[in-house]
């Protein structure tokens, strides 16, 4: 067998194995979000899958010094990731009600959706490099140290080149769907290779060809029918939606990575749909009620801008300063919403950290607003002492730290961790929630915590416009009482275990069954005795 054509077999092998890994995190984004878990999940699937791949490619090993055999096994390997790559995209539309049916997104069924797409192409295609090596073996004499090193280096070259091209080119020129469509096709034209030498026959690839192609473009057409992103960006997936129903007034919304992230009235009226930007819009408005609203603002995290929109209009002599990662989102917002950067609103597009930092320290922001919740989860870089520091050094004498958070009605470990951080560098930290929260026994709720050097003067906030709520203070004692049974960490840069204060460990008590007894009762609304 041609040495060459072997090399070059398992380079790209293993480069569309690393391609599919991280598409697989665009896949999976619009349904599970993106958290380190989703990461661990992902990771750990397809590493299973080629591992598997290889133990099984070592038992068949054996009957590979035949050519004409070991090309063979090669050539169906490669079919089947074809196939199986095809069909994971099949089954993108499906992960929806597949989440459902598990209880909705937490880690358990994280880890089954991700085995369920991503194991079988990983698996199959972890079964050609062993084969592959050992026909490349075949009649080397005393080269096979040589040749054994060159087919490692080649897998591990096809792997940096998989990951490189996933991550700067093909998620940002092709997409998602489009990139898993061309690793399938890679697969099929190789093993279509390995076969017609194998067997000088043309009709069983010309026929295994057609099936995959008919495969194809039955998983694009589905995909394409079912997909969540108007526009995929270099970060996120982003879609757009009608969320009059859901808001009860003529509005759209912005979704990121499946997510709501923004909604704007679409009738003319200023009312605010999503709780966190209600609330900081009015936390601030009557924070500094006596001097007409906050004479500055750096927000972290764009979205549609919806709330540095409105202060724009409504303190025009105001400073703001908006800092989004992602200057494609901020593109998709000006494109469907009806926002406009010009003074006295900025956006710049780089890590809220890293904007903050640079900002002066005598800045004096009236306002830093940490509006970055990602999903399930929240950057960890952004809830630390070190960066709690940065926003303390920038805020103004009487300026409020305002963080969006949703965390457990129940167990809120996170919550609890963040204002213990907090305090360690603001004098004031205060939870805030809504006065009238609908029995929400183990869910996650909105809260939030607004710190900085002195109180707030009052401790009971009502609307003042657009939909009727309001929102109490919470007091010591009832801090205390959520804080029961539970010893939470102080978050630093070198230790924020954000998705695990975060994990939904209720859905885990299932392991209990096997001995194994990490659920957290009082996620599930349970309180330990």
């Keep these: 067998m041609n040495p060459v054509l072997l090399g070059l077999t398992v380079f790209l092998t ?50 590979t010094a035949d050519p004409v055999r070991g090309s063979r096994v090669v050539a169906g390997a490669l079919l089947l990731a074809a196939a199986a790559t095809m069909i994971a995209l099949a089954l993108r539309p499906l992960a929806e009600p597949m989440i459902a049916a598990l209880g909705g997104v937490n880690l358990a069924t994280i880890v089954v959706l991700t085995l369920v797409m991503f194991f ?12 592959a090596t050992n026909m490349a073996l075949v009649d080397t004499g005393d080269r096979q140290g040589q040749v054994l090193g060159r087919m490692f280096a080649l897998g591990a070259a096809g792997s940096i080149l998989g990951t490189l091209l996933a991550g700067f080119v093909m998620i940002s020129w092709l997409g998602s769907f489009r990139s898993m469509i061309t690793v399938a096709a890679v697969y099929a034209g190789l093993g279509s290779v390995f076969w017609l030498w194998s067997s000088r026959s043309r009709i069983m690839p010309m026929i295994a060809i057609l099936i995959l192609g008919g495969l194809g473009w039955g998983s694009a057409d589905l995909a394409r029918a079912h997909d969540p992103c108007l526009k995929e960006s270099r970060y996120y997936c982003l879609s757009l939606l009608d969320a009059s129903e859901a808001a009860g007034f003529p ?27 209600h609330f900081v819009d009015e936390y601030a408005r009557a924070r500094f009620s006596e001097v007409g609203g906050p004479a500055s603002a750096f927000i972290l995290g764009g979205g549609g801008l919806t709330v540095p929109e409105r202060w724009r209009v409504d303190f ?76 303390k050094e920038r805020l103004s004498a009487g300026g409020a730290y305002v963080v969006n958070l949703i965390d457990s009605s129940a167990a809120p470990a996170f919550l609890l961790s963040m204002t213990r951080t907090l305090a360690l560098d603001f004098p004031s930290v205060e939870v805030w929630r809504l006065e009238r929260e609908p029995n929400r026994r183990g869910r996650r709720m909105h809260y939030g915590i607004v710190a900085g050097a002195q109180p707030s003067r009052f401790d009971r906030l009502i609307a003042a416009r657009g939909i009727q709520r309001s929102w109490l203070r919470l007091d010591t004692e009832l801090m205390e009482t959520l804080a029961t049974g539970m010893t939470v960490p102080i978050l630093t840069d070198d230790y924020a275990p954000v998705e695990r204060l975060l994990a939904n460990y209720c859905s885990l008590r299932f392991l209990a069954t096997i001995g194994i007894n990490i659920g957290r009762p009082e996620a599930c609304g349970e309180r330990r005795s």
């Design 14 to 63: 293993a480069a569309g194995a690393l391609i599919v890994e991280i598409v697989a995190a665009r896949l999976m984004a619009p349904v599970v979000g993106m958290s380190v878990y989703t990461w661990t999940a992902i990771i750990a699937v397809v590493l299973s899958g080629l591992t598997a791949g290889h133990w099984v490619a070592g038992r068949l090993v054996a009957g």
């Design 120 to 131: 079988a192409p990983s698996f199959f295609a972890g079964i050609v490099s062993p084969i």
């Design 251 to 277: 509005s759209r919304g912005l979704k990121i990575d499946g997510w709501l992230h923004s909604v704007e009235a679409r009738d003319g009226s200023d009312r605010l749909y999503i709780e966190a930007h």
């Design 316 to 391: 025009p002599k105001s400073r703001l300063v908006v800092a989004e990662i992602d200057p494609e989102v901020t593109g998709f917002a000006l494109e469907h919403f009806a926002v406009t950067i010009e003074p006295p609103l900025a956006v710049l597009h780089e890590d809220g950290r890293t904007a903050l930092a640079r900002q002066p320290v005598n800045v004096g922001y009236d306002i830093v607003h940490n509006d970055a919740y990602q999903g399930l989860t929240m950057p960890s870089h952004l809830v630390t002492r070190e960066f709690n520091r940065l926003v």
